[in-house]
């Protein structure tokens, strides 16, 4: 199984340079792609959710609506990413 975190929205700037279509792709617990860097806080944000993914949970039954999820960037940006299972 495949999860994967797409950027879809990005407001003000991101430490780590992530742009909308942005994407982080994990496969059997391992990092399998990703199109720019991989971003300690945005991991760290979403690591739990990526755990209970590939564990087959959904993440609306975590509270992630739409598989939305908003990384605590430490600059002065706000970065939403959508969880998805493919």
Do not use: N, Q, W
């Amino acid at each position: 199984m495949r999860v994967c975190m797409k950027v879809v929205e990005v407001k003000g700037e991101c430490a780590a340079g992530y742009e909308p279509g942005d994407e982080i792709c994990f496969e059997g617990f391992k990092l399998v792609s990703f199109t720019k860097p991989v971003c300690m806080h945005l991991l760290a944000a979403a690591h739990h959710v990526v755990y209970a993914m590939l564990k087959g949970i959904k993440p609306e039954e975590m509270g992630y609506e739409g598989g939305l999820l908003r990384c605590p960037d430490p600059v002065k940006g706000s970065v939403m990413v959508r969880l998805e299972r493919r």
